[in-house]
């Protein structure tokens, strides 16, 4: 999946950083498929388990696969005690080390951006889903500005310090992603924006959460002077959205999209 993966190789930290918000999309992701209980998934990328345990909560699988690129993150993955159910391996979306048509539902929840062939990658779920089963992912709207980290970003670059994105986040536009279900051969490919609020109770949660990783919106920020960072703060401490009780609340959105397998 590429170099960017190795960014969330700590499962815990990660599960920290992006749990919630993770958690709130994938429900709405798992709504809008609406599929019967009692099937056989595949979630690709499964980093620390979270969108895996919400197929578990929700959808009652019969059997359930969990594959990603990243050791530590499996490893954090198999360790969680509501998770020992799961058939997890280590192993990449663009060569899924399964048989054909094993499964009867694949899904990658926000891993579409690290994916080096994201037409391989969807080609690849085809494959092991069987006839008449489904496929479907949904990432952040980086481009369309809907990324959980976004203010942050804005932030940044209030005091003149680019935060470009990578080639790979044109990946999350609902175009692109159309683009790679159809070229994988995909039937009945629908789309949908799917929009939650990202919400801490506090600036300082706020803030311990969003600097957690070194990711590309934290690595700028690492760079600059405590005179800079202060700064930051003050910008975002002015501008970041509250809701009734005072809590940060802003909104985040994915793009998501979603296809059959041909009869």
């Not at 998934?41 to 009652?60: I, P």
């Not at 790679?180 to 009945?188: E, M, P, R, T």
Request: proline content about 6%; hydrophobic content about 40%; charged content about 20%.
């Amino acid at each position: 999946m590429g170099n960017g993966a190795s960014l969330f190789s700590d499962g815990e930290t990660y599960q920290r950083l992006r749990g919630r918000s993770n958690r709130a999309v994938g429900e709405l992701f798992l709504d809008w498929l609406s599929l019967p209980k009692g099937l056989k998934w595949l979630d690709v990328g499964c980093g620390s388990g979270a969108f895996t345990e919400l197929v578990l909560e929700r959808c009652a699988p019969s059997h359930i696969s969990a594959i990603d690129p990243a050791e530590g993150q499996v490893r954090h993955a198999r360790n969680r005690p509501e998770l020992t159910q799961v058939a997890f391996r280590v192993g990449e979306a663009e060569a899924l080390p399964y048989g054909d048509h094993e499964f009867d539902v694949a899904a990658m929840a926000l891993v579409m951006t690290f994916v080096s062939n994201p037409t391989k990658a969807v080609t690849e779920m085809m494959r092991v889903v069987r006839p008449g089963g489904i496929v479907g992912t949904f990432a952040w709207d980086f481009v369309g500005k809907g990324y959980t980290q976004q203010p942050l970003r804005d932030a940044i670059e209030a005091m003149g310090v680019a935060v470009p994105l990578s080639p790979r986040h044109a990946n999350s536009r609902l175009e692109d992603l159309q683009r790679f279900f159809a070229q994988a051969g995909l039937d009945l490919i629908s789309t949908r924006g799917i929009e939650i609020h990202v919400s801490y109770p506090s600036f300082d949660d706020y803030w311990a959460a969003e600097t957690l990783l070194s990711n590309f919106v934290v690595q700028p920020l690492q760079k600059m002077t405590e005179m800079q960072v202060k700064q930051v703060k003050s910008y975002l401490q002015q501008r970041l959205p509250r809701d009734g009780e005072g809590h940060i609340a802003y909104p985040a959105r994915v793009n998501a999209i979603k296809g059959q397998v041909p009869v």
